[in-house]
């Protein structure tokens, strides 16, 4: 039976197990749309093509199957690549479907035309352009296996747009085929062999390719050893905070008691992430290319291992398939770093106590202990880049995988369109996002999109007035000589308002619990504005603080 090129991408993506897809609409895709009609896929209209792109990274990120994203030619795809951006950078696998010129049109610089092979090359993990229906179940299931294959990442797939309309008999579409890649018993021994021998062991979490089970079991794992583990940069998700084998976050501003432990370990265990520059403090906590610690390093890419750090044991395994081996490794009958591990533990959890005092009305440090006290493990928590994500990575604390959607790219506006997406996503658990002023106006027009899907998700926009991460450093290098760092904000809460949603605005601490507390029961997406003083731009140091430092 012939089907259009159209109808034939909803198959394929019908055979993957596709179940929804972000799209600004075009007429690019006209014909995608239409098959879309009859599907039971639910689309999510988005309301610019990098909040659509960052909805399919956090939908990827959440659940590990490719999240799905369409958008039409030129502007809309260059649009989408702040996603791809992000998605790249995070190792989160993705699909990206662009509409293009047609095909007697190409290479005459037509409306719109963009070559996006040659284009998006570094935003993504393959590029490619169906010119032939009949190939589309061979490119779509391709695209499927190298998006989640070795190390995760973005696809694009460009679908000229009378290749769509063609009508033409092809095979129908199958599902793509997970890679394992799992550790050799040698690779194990040698491990084990190691872990006798040292006395200050670490591990670090980081990366993708993880799942509930490999969770579980790294922390069985770390119960069994008695060993101190961290989490890389935003990945704070992959180890109970509470756990007594925690032991803080390794990223931006990392507990300087916990950067001095991993530079003195004997032995560091990388599991699934790369070290890259902020997790590594910029590259000062391991050495390169030759770390001083003895370095264990799985990864599910091979072109990964070695690339910046030589490890003295590389292990080409995604972490669910080692995390599944490690149930063979024989603990000691006792360890001798068990007080280490305890101190560290310690340590973490005096580094994350709110402070006591802050500048202004409104005091971060309660809201936060407010936040920990009432919502629940299960809660799902995103946010943007810039300083006021401190506030969330260092004094939350994650108690269980698949409740953190943030940007190891450090990608502003992210936030917004990832609540949207993890709320589409699980309805029945409640989606806090965090948000500066200039963070959510990079894509605060998604809230129009939580509005129309009936999406209750609450966004924190933490106001200070100015682009704060930028400020901060303004005024650390030129203190006084403000420029290009100051804003004029709307109402936040009448803006909430104005979508449909509800607004609440919160100027002293005591309104923050009460404001809240209309916002969840109001069944609407919600902004609470939290007017923060712009000296309290860190938890410990003020903006006068910071700037008065040139010099010293």
Known sequence: MKRTGGQLI?????????????????????????????????????????????????????????????????????????????????????????????????????????????????????????????????????????????????????????????????????????????????????LQRRLAAAERPMVILGGTRWSDEAVAGIRQFAERFNLPVGCSFRRQMLFDHLHPSYVGDVGIGINPALAKEIKESDLLILLGGRLSEMPSSGYTLVDIPYPRQQFVHIYPDPSELGRVYRPDLAICASPADFVAALAELEAPARVSWAERTERMHAAYLTWSKTPEKSPGSVHMGRIMDWIEANTAADTIFTNGAGNYATWLHRFHRFRRFETQAAPASGSMGYGLPAAVAAKQLFPEREVICFAGDGCFMMHGQEFATAVQYGLPLIALVINNGMYGTIRMHQEREYPGRVSGTGLNNPDFAALARAYGGHGETVKATEDFAPAFERARASGKPAIIEIALDPEAITPSRTLTEIAQTKGR
Not at 14 to 21: D, F, L, Q
Not at 134 to 142: G, K, Q
């Open 10 to 190: 909803v198959e394929a993506l019908k055979a993957n197990g596709v179940k929804r897809i972000s799209c600004v609409p075009g007429e690019s895709f006209l014909a995608v749309l239409d098959a879309l009609h009859d599907s039971d896929i639910n689309v999510l209209v988005c309301r610019q093509e990098g909040g659509a792109a960052m909805m399919a990274d956090a939908w990827g990120r959440l659940t590990g199957e490719p999240g799905i994203c369409m958008v039409t030619r030129g502007p809309g795809a260059t649009n989408a690549s702040a996603g791809l951006h992000i998605a790249r950078q995070d190792s989160i696998p993705m699909i990206l479907f662009i509409g293009q010129v047609q095909r007697d049109a190409r290479e005459r610089e037509a409306f719109q035309e963009v070559e996006f092979r040659r284009a998006l090359t570094e935003f993504a993990k393959w590029v490619g352009e169906i010119d032939d229906a009949t190939r589309i179940p061979e490119f779509v299931t391709r695209a499927f296996a190298v998006a989640t294959s070795g190390r995760p990442g973005p696809v694009v797939l460009t679908l000229p747009e009378d290749m769509l309309r063609d009508e033409v008999e092809a095979p129908q579409a199958k599902p793509y085929t997970p890679v394992a890649a799992h550790p050799g018993r040698s690779e194990l021994a040698d």
